[in-house]
């Protein structure tokens, strides 16, 4: 079989490329230890309900005033459900997840992460508008994905 010289130079570059982007993401995954966004901590994704303070979920107050909310997220639906946070409080959300990846998102607030088995990811909002925000999962995790909500009500 005759390989044109042009062709087999394309075909050179082209496998090169294929390597080279390869290897690229295997120093990036590996060599720099690239992680998740935002974590901050792990957790054994097969003991997160028996693992503190994500075995009570829910929302708490700090010696400073503010606030943290630890959410666990599991097909199809995050625990607590429901959540009423003070008006004007600044509240610190951690989430985790305790199967698949989820997604963890309130709109009109700076809220919008992952929820990663293994991982506890954090983000923090000053909740200034009262109202009722819903919770949404924003990555597709199986048959019920899009019934899997929570409610936030602010007042
Ligand atoms: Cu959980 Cu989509």
């Known amino acids: 079989m005759q390989i044109h010289r042009y062709e087999r130079w394309w075909l050179t570059f082209g496998l090169g490329m294929l390597v080279f982007f390869l290897a690229l993401i295997g120093v990036a995954a590996f060599a720099d230890n690239i992680n998740p966004p935002s974590d901050m901590q792990q957790i054994d994704p097969t003991k997160v309900s028996r693992t503190p303070p994500f075995d009570k979920p829910g929302l708490r107050q700090r010696a400073d005033g503010s606030y943290e909310a630890y959410y666990v997220a599991q097909v199809f639906t995050f625990v607590p459900t429901q959540l009423t946070i003070p008006l004007g409080a600044k509240v610190t959300f951690y989430v985790t997840s305790a199967d698949v990846v989820h997604g963890f998102f309130i709109p009109d607030t700076d809220i919008n992460m992952m929820a990663v088995p293994g991982w506890v990811n954090e983000e923090t909002h000053t909740f200034t508008r ?26």
């Open 130 to 155: 009262p109202g009722q925000y819903l919770l949404i999962c924003h990555e597709y995790c199986g048959i019920g994905h899009q019934n899997m909500f929570g409610k936030i009500e602010v007042r």
